[in-house]
């Protein structure tokens, strides 16, 4: 099993991506900059983040001159101020860091004090000065102390009675806004200018040359979290000395500005520039944008076969395979890194089992690339549930090499054609583990004969998988589809391997998804999202387990809604990949949920693309109305 977090050990050879990024962030001339770090939900930005701090941070010719602050952008979505979030947790950050001496730890001490009165300032002029002029009001009339002494003074040129009839009144925000405007202008400039000062004496105060901040996880953010933390970036913290990099998916954080713009969109509907405001947006703020390139068949195929060795070997024996695959890549970047570089090692001793599984594999990288979109997360999830169902195989006694590389095959078939895969079950069910129409089918596919009789099957994918060795046909293919039997619509089990707590859980949610939002809402929010990776992998199959059975049923929708809403981690990405599968029988009564989603979404392509798969769908939430969740649901 393989963890599914960010890590420094690269085997996907991104060491190349970092050492690129460095190179920038290592030049002074380049400073400030901020970069932008583009790839989809998976692609392994996160690693890349983390191999680029240790290099900073261990590399002589940058550890001693550097400081690295790493930030997870999901941290800050608990915070009504995310902008200010940031800034303080850089702040600290600062003031905490162990490389600086005791000496210098004083005057960053010092410094830090100072940039924290300057954010105490900001927070009180720039973001809650509605919330707190009028109480600053009611302590000037009740003789308290003075909360904002430029408002104070704006108060007593008023009589209190006349002040009181006025900040009781429904006129009391206009009023302010008025007396103040004068005031306001030039009190922001002058905080932001104090802060950025005062900022650049702290940076200053470390003695360093540089202090570099990683910036992870963007675009799981709230889209008003998403913008907040890019004018954090822009307004007050790009300042000498200083290097951004942010990892996001660029489009979900294009699809957030355009939300957060939409008035201003549609008021410039049709013109060229509004078009691409989301990109205009970002443009203002990344300096440089860096996009992680897709994966090659070559660099799956060492990524899967060094995963591999990573899992079955003891950790000294793979860290010579390890350095010798990063000695291999640096000269051979368009080569595979594969078994037989391994073998040549001389360092294994037999290992029937781990050269058969990897040779295996290697010959199903096509389709493992094609149906798992070349990214690393998925590839590596995918592998995880195949060697969760291969333990089980393994326990109801029916583990070989044949079953296990059969079983491999049908999880294959089972991603990128659900429907061939239920249809091969009921075969399987219907004729004792043996069907005939597989043999015809693998008969056919090895003569690239035309598919006549059952052209659903005429796709290249399949007709690679059905002419891969060893065949379907030559086992008992129950045995196969009883460790698959969590994906089945057929009854034949349900799901295992989850704790009962979760199941509760879960439960408890389902059966309130279309009585109380509230419930859901909350519940998504108190517990869903706390969960850990793993258990909230758990939570997904059960989700989906109840979708992919049932597709008609609202329920599992509104709990994606709930969970996407409340920012549960991935939420939206699975359940982009889940509606895939069902998106044509999928019931009207999800429309409202569609086009909330849509609208959050800064009208996602992606969305899109799939909502047109369903023709009353589309009709409905593209049509021109009024109409909200509520009354849609």
Known sequence: MWSDTETTTDLLGYTVHANLLKQVIMSEQNLPVTIGLYGDWGSGKSSILKILEERIQNDADSKDDSIVIYFDGWSFESFDDAKMALIQGIVDKLEENEKLTENIKSKVKEAAKT?????????????????????????YLTGGASIIPSVMSIFRSFDKGQLAEILTSDKAESFLEEALNTNIKENQFSAVREFREAFEKLIDATGKKRVVI????????????????????????????????????????????????????DLNEGQESSRGIGQEYMDKFIQIPYSIPKLSDQEIETYVTLLFCQSMLEKETFEVIYNDYQSFILANKFETYGWANIKALQVIKESEDLEN?????????????????????????????????????????????????VLLKLMLLEMSHPKLFRQLSEWTMNEKGHPTEIKDLEKAASEDDSFEKYPEWNDKVVKDLLNIDPKFSSVDLREIYWVSRDKLVDGMGGITLISAKLKKLFAEIYSKANLSDTTVENKC?????????????????????????????????????????????????????????????????????????????????????????????????????????????
Not at 115 to 139: C, E, H, Q, Y
Not at 359 to 374: A, Q, W
Request: glycine share 4%.
């Open 115 to 139: 940039v924290k009165d300057k954010i105490l300032s900001m927070r009180t002029l720039l973001w809650f000065m509605k919330s707190l002029i009028i109480p600053a009001g009611t302590a």
């Open 525 to 633: 929010r108190s517990d869903v999202k706390n969960l850990n990776d793993n258990e909230l992998d758990n939570f997904y199959d059960l989700l989906n387990d109840k979708l992919f059975s049932d597709p008609e049923q609202k329920q599992p929708y509104v709990i994606y809604y709930y969970m996407i809403k409340v920012g549960v981690k991935g939420a939206y990405e699975k359940f982009l990949e889940s509606f895939a599968r069902v998106v044509e029988k999928a019931p009207l009564s999800i429309g409202g949920l569609l086009k909330q989603l849509l609208s959050s979404r800064g009208n996602d392509p992606k969305l899109n693309d799939l909502i047109e798969k369903n023709k009353i769908l589309k009709r409905f939430v593209h049509r021109k109305d009024d109409g909200n969740l509520e009354k849609n649901r």
């Open 214 to 265: 990683l910036i992870d996880d963007l675009d799981r953010c709230l889209p008003e979290h998403i913008i907040e933390n890019l004018e954090a970036i822009k307004l007050f913290l790009n300042v000498k000395n200083t290097a951004f990099v942010i990892a996001a998916d660029q489009n979900i954080v294009s699809g957030a500005i355009r939300r957060q713009y939409k008035d201003m969109i």
């Open 357 to 405: 599984i990897v040779t295996f594999i290697v010959r199903c990288t096509s389709s493992i690339s094609k149906n798992l979109h070349r990214n690393p997360r998925l590839i590596k999830r995918f592998l995880n549930a195949f060697e969760l169902r291969t333990q089980l195989l393994k326990q109801s006694g029916n583990l070989d090499d044949t079953n296990r590389f």
